[in-house]
Structures are given as structure tokens and as C-alpha cells.
């Protein structure tokens, strides 16, 4: 990718799941991977992205595991109806989700979000969805205001609220991880900054004080990759610098330092 490059930046299409997923089955994520993957091979558009956020935890609050919801984005063809996007989506969903699950559904396109008053009024109940037990008809209610696309299936209608909480929590740029991107569950092991931006499109890797490696300097990956939604941007979170060591330049030229990096622990990417 380019320096300049933002990954997001051709996001035209949002798609909120939650609820997919029963004790001892597939996560909603794998769902959400499974669902994007789909809509490309069916040309129905790019797949970009998808995020994973963190709601409440509460005992009134029925989850699986973790009660997080999933958000998809995708370049999509502005000749498809969102209702004939939905279609497909539903389809997909209904029939992968888990037996007795409640899966909710909320798209939105880029026509709805570049109104100011919707997309802060879908952030908010994103951020609510983190701090406060939220009903469905809070979801359904706002979706309607919004004129956006909202539906439940299974056996409940639980599922709306973190559907449509993923959709504001990432239109907010301040929240989430992403479980998929395109290249992130590829890379493995040690790589230069240089070979992770040709690999990955990430904005950027930093550590907690806002510093980035040089192109040269190498990153140790491990085998779980996923840049968190910050500030707008997709950020690869890195523990700062542990060594520094002296790589051979060409012909006459000093050896340059080249600072060694790994990135940021499980739990200090989930806290976003």
C-alpha cells in the first residue's frame, strides 16, 4: 500500500451482526468472515474490513460468551438496493447461525451516514451499548427514525441491538479490532515495517507513545495480527522497541541501527 492509502476510505456499505453463535460453536465473527467472503465472491462487493466490539457485560444481558457484535465493510456497486443486499444477507445468516441463536441484521450505505444528525445519533447508541442494558425496541425505534434496515431472526429479537451498535460504534472510529483484513491472518512471524505495509493496509503501526518504525526496522508478529479502529484510522498496536541492532547498508555505507518491535499483547488490543 501506499503512505497515503486509508483502507477504509471506500467504505460505502455497513453490515451490524449479532447473536449468530451458540456454547461450543462458531463465533459470530467466524459468521461475519464467512458473510464477507460470500458477498465477494458473489460480486456484490469489496470486502474491506471487519470489526469486532466489545458491549456490555451484564447479567441481564443475554450472551454467549463475551457479548461482542460484528461489523462488515464493503465497497459495494451502487446499482444494488439495500433490500436486495439484505436479502442476500439474511439468506446467508439464517442459514449459517447457530440453532436457537437470534441473529440481528443492520445495514446501512453511505447515502444514510454522510447525514451528520444519523451518524451521530448511531454513534451514541453504539456508545450506550457499552455502558447501558439496551432493549430491542430502542434499535428497532431508531432504525426506523433513520430509515435504515434493521431485522431479527430465530427466536428472539435480541440480536438488533448489538447489530446496530456494531454499525455506530465503527462509523464512530474509536472502537473495535479488526478479526479480518485483507492480509492479516496471512502474515506470521518476523517481517520489516516495509514488507507488513506492502502485506497489510494498515494506516500505521504505533506503540502506546504514538512512535512508528522505521521502514527497516523488523516487527515480530506471532501468529495474531489484528490493528485495532482508532482515531479513524486502522492501527497495528506495537509494545515499544526491546533491541536495537546494526544492519549492513551497501557499498561504503555505515551500518544503519534497526530497531526490533513486537506487537501489543491479546489483552491490550481487546481493551479497544
Given amino acids: 500500500m501506499t503512505e497515503d492509502a486509508t483502507p477504509l476510505a471506500a467504505t460505502n456499505l455497513l453490515i451490524g451482526i449479532d447473536d449468530t453463535d451458540s456454547e461450543g460453536g462458531k463465533g459470530t465473527g467466524s459468521l ?61 445468516v439464517e442459514a449459517e447461525a447457530a440453532p436457537g441463536s437470534s441473529p440481528g441484521i443492520a445495514i446501512v450505505r453511505d447515502a444514510s451516514w454522510e447525514d451528520p444528525s444519523v451518524t451521530s445519533r448511531l454513534v451514541a447508541f453504539g456508545e450506550s451499548a457499552k455502558t447501558e442494558v439496551l432493549d430491542a425496541e430502542s434499535a428497532t425505534g431508531l432504525a426506523a427514525d433513520l430509515g435504515i434496515h434493521l431485522s431479527a431472526h430465530g427466536e428472539s429479537n435480541w440480536g ?18 479488526f478479526t479480518w483484513m485483507p ?33 527497516d526496522d523488523l516487527i515480530e508478529l506471532g501468529d495474531w495480527v489484528r490493528p485495532v479502529l482508532t482515531g479513524g484510522r486502522c492501527i497495528l498496536l506495537l509494545d515499544p522497541p526491546v533491541a ?18 513486537q ?7 481487546k481493551a479497544h
Avoid at 263 to 269: D, T
Fill in 32 to 92: 461475519a468472515r464467512g458473510l464477507l467472503a460470500s458477498l465477494d465472491e458473489r460480486r456484490i462487493g469489496a470486502a474491506l474490513g471487519a470489526t469486532r466490539h466489545q458491549l456490555l457485560l451484564d447479567p441481564s444481558i443475554p450472551f454467549t460468551a463475551e457479548n461482542t457484535s460484528h461489523c462488515l465493510a464493503l465497497k459495494a456497486s451502487h446499482r444494488l438496493e439495500v433490500a436486495a443486499i439484505a436479502e442476500m444477507v439474511v439468506e446467508f
Fill in 160 to 177: 438488533v441491538v448489538g447489530a446496530l451498535a456494531a454499525v455506530g460504534l465503527h462509523l464512530s472510529g474509536d472502537d473495535g479490532l
Fill in 183 to 215: 492480509g492479516i491472518r496471512d502474515v506470521t512471524g518476523q517481517v520489516s515495517y516495509r514488507q507488513l505495509r506492502f502485506l497489510v493496509p494498515i494506516d500505521a503501526a504505533l506503540d502506546p507513545s504514538g512512535r512508528e518504525p522505521a521502514l
Fill in 244 to 261: 536495537s541492532t546494526a544492519q549492513a547498508g551497501g557499498f561504503g555505507a555505515r551500518p544503519k541501527p534497526v530497531n526490533k518491535w
Fill in 263 to 269: 506487537v501489543a499483547s491479546r489483552e491490550v488490543v
